[in-house]
């Protein structure tokens, strides 16, 4: 026997549509490229949404061909999320922080039709032009006076985005998708071969967009001023601008300025009371909060994510100005959230030490994420906080197999594998130990690169820690802390490997430290741990 409910599949373009709807006077603020700070509002996105669906059409895309973006967070980046995607085209937003050999391979791979373009971007967009030919059409996102004749004259069929919109009609019906529809794509960062293209529908993105809404995970409603720092580039900025619709709330758009005076001042101004981003940026707009002595007005609560956060950020945040901090992990191939730390009663009553102990694990999972952990031979280990081993997923938002890999799905009996060393205690709280890759094996007994980095960041002097490991004769391998100070700071080797006694096992402390100007940064903010052994080894010779 079926159930005699409407059989009413879900679309991103209902997020808008219900947005404009109840909340269509709610401002969407925008610091855009030309520097100026822009206002408009849910129903004005989504009469230019479907002026967008309406150029698509006026161009000649057909449903599923997928429409490029090199763009930062800004109103016409979101007006972009829903006019392709809600005409059954399909959103392919690329990171401009890749190199563009693999900006060009992604292109290509996505077999992308239109690209559409901040200006900030020009400079990429002149060095892989001549090497993307399935692209049909240029949109510099700005108006036909900002672009320069130099970039018409190097770039064909170079298009204003604003002259694109003004020649349509915003009178359009969305058509009718069938939600398990391809809606959007992202390529993993690609550390290691080629990027990998993760596609997802209609129907995972609107589930992850109600799933990372509740109180349990981000905690969004109508009443919130959400600040995504996270790129729109970067696995559509962790989902907030569909869950942002959803609730109703405010937004406010950063644009290129991410530094933590100009975040700093956009929050303070508009509001904020909510904001996601990788620990690097919260690491300037700390140092912003400690100069002005307080905390952006407004400001509740911040989601870290990408990385893991150390508890002296954790502590900063709640302690020094009283703003909640939540940890968050994911990945691309899974929409990409999937656990949030948020405490349950019985940690509220923790002593101080023992409560961050859990607030600096990766959190548990939301409904619709399933979690195991398994040792190398694929059998289960018990969730008792300290069998180590890998943690496989799955769920309605989490990947099933790489758009056009030519290679079997990832999947082991239906979970995928993330690549991650963990522990899962019995409430479902994850702690990654390591990337499978990085995990630090010394005599038999795994070290976590995390932990012993999460300390030296407690250390004043440290603006940036890594620890990788290094062949040990005996050991077979041991653990090296790399470091950054900060500016004006001096510390000793001595000193810092003093700072672990009695936090970590006397084993697990590292052999030595290595001071230097910088840590490599991958494309999302990660360390770059392959390349800073390859730095270290050839230093060493």
């Not at 980046?77 to 563009?100: D, I, K, M, W």
């Amino acid at each position: 026997m079926n159930g005699m409910m409407q059989a009413h599949g879900l679309n991103i373009a209902d997020l808008i549509e219900f947005a404009a709807r109840y909340h269509g006077d709610t401002e969407i603020v925008s610091r855009r490229v030309e520097g100026d700070l822009h206002r408009t509002n849910y129903a004005e996105i989504l009469g230019r949404s479907k002026r967008v669906a309406r150029a698509l059409d006026s161009m000649g895309l057909a449903v599923g061909d997928r429409v490029g973006t090199l763009a930062w967070n800004g109103y016409r980046h979101f007006e972009l999320y829903y006019g392709v995607s809600g005409s059954g085209r399909v959103l392919h937003t690329l990171n401009p922080r890749l190199h563009p050999d693999q900006i060009v391979w992604i292109i290509n791979h996505a077999d992308d039709h239109v690209l559409c373009f901040d200006m900030t971007f020009a400079p990429i967009v002149q060095a892989v032009a001549s090497r993307c030919p399935r692209i049909r059409h240029w949109v510099a996102l700005c108006d036909a006076g900002h672009i320069p004749v130099e970039l018409q004259q190097a770039v064909p069929n170079l298009r204003s985005y604003e002259a694109l919109l003004a020649g349509q009609n915003g009178d359009y019906a969305w058509p009718e998708l069938e939600e398990n529809a391809a809606s959007s794509m992202c390529y993993t960062s690609g550390t290691t071969g080629n990027p990998k293209g993760v596609l997802y529908s209609h129907r995972s993105t609107v589930l992850h967009a109600y799933a990372i809404a509740l109180p349990d995970a981000i905690n969004l409603s109508a009443r919130d001023a959400v600040l995504p720092v996270v790129p729109m580039f970067h696995v559509n900025a962790w989902g907030i601008p569909y869950a942002a619709a959803l609730v109703g709330c405010k937004l406010v758009f950063p644009g290129p300025s991410l530094d933590g005076a100009s975040l700093f001042s956009l929050m303070d101004a508009e509001g904020v009371t909510f904001a996601a981003g990788v620990p690097t940026i919260w690491l300037g707009l700390l140092n912003q909060m400690q100069q002005q002595a307080r905390k952006p007005a407004a400001l509740q609560r911040v989601l870290i994510g990408g990385s893991a956060a150390p508890a002296s950020m954790i502590a900063a945040f709640q302690d020094g100005y009283g703003v909640e901090v939540r940890h968050a992990w994911g990945m691309t191939e899974m929409s990409p959230v999937g656990t949030v730390c948020t405490l349950k009663n019985k940690h509220l009553e923790l002593p101080a030490l023992q409560r961050m102990a859990v607030q600096t694990t990766q959190g548990r999972p939301i409904f619709g994420v399933e979690l195991r952990v398994v040792d190398g031979d694929g059998k289960d280990l018990p969730c008792d906080g300290r069998s180590v081993g890998e943690l496989l997923v799955k769920g309605p938002w989490i990947v099933e197999d790489y758009y056009q890999s030519g290679k079997p799905s990832p999947l082991r009996d239906g979970w995928f594998p993330t690549g991650d060393v963990v522990t899962i205690d019995p409430d479902g709280y994850v702690r990654i130990m390591d990337r499978s890759k990085d995990v630090i094996k010394s005599g038999g007994e795994w070290i976590s690169s995390i932990d012993i980095e999460n300390i030296a960041m407690a250390h004043p002097a440290v603006a940036m820690a890594a620890c990788v490991a290094m062949p040990d004769a005996k050991w077979d391998e041991r653990p090296l802390l790399v470091v950054v100070k900060k500016p004006g700071a001096t510390v000793a080797q001595e000193e810092l490997l003093a700072f672990y006694e009695g936090k970590v096992a006397k084993w697990w402390i590292p052999d030595g430290v290595r001071f230097v100007d910088a840590i490599p940064l991958g494309a999302t903010g990660k360390i770059l741990k392959n390349k800073l052994r390859e730095q270290i080894q050839a230093a060493m010779v």
